[in-house]
């Protein structure tokens, strides 16, 4: 059974304060080259803030990043998971809320943000060790069995 914690990069963490202004956010995720931050009010999750929340909520509506804070318009409903959580569990609950990155939390702290493009690669590699299981599986002669003379 694979984890959350198997496939996390702890420290692989962007956040800002959600007193923050939101161009504080975009400059992290810019120079980090990620898509999302966590939102922070001292040590503790509140939210998060995405490039789309960014788009939504702040060019849409013509507001000035730099004075616009980040808790005024970062997603607070979270999905969150437990570090030992089994990664097919967090990916069915990333498909049921339509999110793409999932805050993932060790003892109620946040430790790691993984993206569906995590979880994917891990199930792709998953697929294809089943898959190449299965082919040896069909199409490996045992030992001592002659191969039938239509098969040579």
Do not use: W
């Not at 898509?35 to 788009?55: Q, Y």
């Not at 702040?58 to 030992?84: F, K, P």
């Not at 793409?100 to 993206?115: A, E, K």
């Amino acid at each position: 059974m694979t984890t959350l914690h198997d496939i996390m990069r702890e420290g692989f963490l962007f956040a800002v304060q959600r007193t923050d202004p939101v161009s504080q956010a975009v400059r992290v995720m810019t120079d980090s080259n990620v898509g999302i931050v966590a939102v922070l009010d001292g040590d503790r999750l509140v939210g998060v803030c995405s490039e789309r929340d960014v788009v939504r909520r702040v060019v849409a509506r013509g507001l000035d990043a730099s004075t616009a804070r980040v808790g005024d318009v970062m997603t607070r409903d979270l999905v969150i998971c437990d570090e030992n959580e089994e990664y097919r569990a967090a990916m069915r609950k990333m498909d049921q809320a339509n999110i793409r990155h999932l805050p993932v939390v060790r003892d109620g702290r946040l430790v790691s943000m993984l993206s569906v493009r995590d979880l994917m690669r891990v199930d792709m590699q998953r697929m294809g060790d089943e898959l190449k299981f299965l082919h040896e599986y069909l199409y490996t002669v045992p030992p001592g069995v002659a191969a039938h003379p239509a098969h040579k």
